[in-house]
């Protein structure tokens, strides 16, 4: 899929329509739905500077650094499910 050159430097908004408020697991979605971002992201046009603006943006000042380390291994999951068995 090729990103529209007009899009770039512009398109900002990321959709968490699935982020619930459940109590007990609102740490667990994050993480689930953060990953897939992560996981989503790897395409031409998103950088890893993208990224890391994201996550400034995210944090709000409030390094995370174990909620980066879960998100990126549990893409890191999302990246060998896709492979498939084997890989």
Known sequence: TEIPETWRGRV?????HRLTRRRWFVWLTKIKD??????????????DQDRERFWRAYERGRPRH?????????????QRKQRGPGA
Not at 12 to 16: C, E, H, N
Not at 73 to 78: E, N, P, Q, S, V
């Open 12 to 16: 900002v908004l990321i959709d968490f």
């Open 34 to 47: 953060l990953a897939q971002w992560h996981y989503s992201s790897a395409i031409e046009g998103v950088t």
């Open 66 to 78: 174990w909620l980066r380390f879960l998100v990126r291994w549990k893409a890191r999951l999302y």
